[in-house]
């Protein structure tokens, strides 16, 4: 199984940036596509972007201002011109299947990490 941990979340003004990581470990060859989700207080959990670990193809639901991408094992989203809206618990997960079929819902998704969490001030 694998196992991820993120890292990088902070507290910062709007129009800021941040880089989130998400560490891998483990059984890394089972997992074909991580993805980053994030959790605002009572909303539903809902992706962000995701990559895919064969081809490097990436999906990602705010082009314009997030940039996902991967070295070695670590995967990362870049945050730029953070809004309020954005504040949120971000996570990273894993599927076994490649992100055209895994997609940026959460059910095919089963390893998770622990959170880190982003809070942006106006």
């Known amino acids: 199984q694998v196992r991820l941990v993120e890292s990088g979340g902070d507290s910062v003004q709007a129009g800021g940036s941040l880089r989130l990581s998400c560490t891998s470990s483990?059984?890394?060859?089972?997992?074909?596509?991580i993805a980053w989700f994030r959790q605002a207080p009572g909303e539903e959990r809902k992706g962000v972007a995701n990559i895919d670990l064969g081809d490097g193809r990436s999906w990602n639901v705010d082009a314009g201002r997030f940039t996902i991408s991967q070295d070695e094992n670590v995967v990362y989203l870049r945050m730029n011109v953070l809004k309020p809206e954005d504040t949120a618990m971000y996570y990273c997960a894993a599927s076994r299947f490649p992100c055209v079929l895994a997609g940026l819902g959460t059910l095919d998704y089963k390893s998770w990490g622990q959170g880190t969490l982003v809070t942006v001030s106006s």
């Open positions: 483990g059984d890394i060859s089972s997992s074909k596509c």
